[in-house]
């Protein structure tokens, strides 16, 4: 159990266009979902903490405006990577967890490309 | 301000030489410390969470262990498939988030 996937896989949009990002939780229902972001031989990242029904936390630095999360159901969250820039390119991840559990399972991730 | 610092950055072994990982951190109030492996191009994959200190387990040839300040991953006669980064991450009593360390590049040669 505790299998998360991303959708899609790889993306590559247009500078100024956005690109939406999935996140389900196919066998167990995620009360929290995390965002992360990394960089090429970096460690990740967290973008914002995401609870089911409330509107996410963002992390220092992290622009809200911009990377638009939604989280509107227990096995569904996105990010919509809005008015998108080369400077965005990176792999993204989502994790999320049970409830009353403190692991994290990681989804496969999702390589933007903004040309 | 939690910290997580893993050493050795990089390590390359042949196989069947066992080694371990470390993973040294500072945290107010340890809820909980994490071991994942990631892959090339893929999400981690969760491997051990460790509570209190003299806690252990294993997985495999995959043996974590936790004191009050750092926790060892200890890999016992790898395989070439063992390859992979390895990251250690902690939670904070109270909070969902975790903090990552910037993970160990193991590889294994066959």
């Known amino acids: 159990g505790a299998v998360v996937s991303q959708h899609p896989s790889r993306v590559i949009c247009k500078s100024g266009t956005s690109v939406k990002i999935e996140c389900r939780s196919l066998d167990f229902q995620a009360t929290t979902m995390f965002w992360y972001r990394q960089f090429p031989k970096k460690s990740l990242m967290l973008m914002a903490t995401?609870?089911?029904?409330?509107?996410?936390?963002?992390e220092q630095g992290v622009e809200k405006d911009k990377f638009l999360i939604n989280h509107a159901s227990l096995t569904l969250s996105t990010l919509t990577v809005t008015s998108a820039h080369p400077e965005d390119s990176s792999f993204y991840i989502c994790?999320?967890?049970?409830?009353?559990?403190?692991?994290?399972?990681f989804g496969p991730g999702t390589r933007l490309t903004v040309t | 301000e939690d910290q997580v610092t893993q050493s050795p950055e990089a390590l390359r072994l042949q196989e069947g030489e066992s080694s371990s990982l470390n993973c040294s951190y500072t945290?107010?109030?340890?809820?909980?410390l994490f071991w994942y492996r990631q892959d090339p191009g893929k999400g981690p994959e969760f491997l051990f969470t460790?509570?209190?200190a003299g806690e252990e387990k294993e997985k495999e040839r995959l043996k974590a262990t936790l004191t009050k300040k750092e926790s060892f991953l200890h890999i016992t006669a790898p395989k070439p498939e063992d390859s992979a980064t390895y990251l250690c991450a902690v939670q904070q009593q109270g909070a969902q988030k975790l903090v990552f360390g910037q993970g160990t590049r193991l590889t294994i040669n066959p």
């Open positions: 460790l509570y209190s």
């Open positions: 994790s999320a967890s049970k409830a009353g559990s403190y692991e994290q399972y």
């Open positions: 995401s609870n089911e029904g409330s509107k996410a936390t963002y």
């Open positions: 945290v107010s109030g340890l809820r909980g």
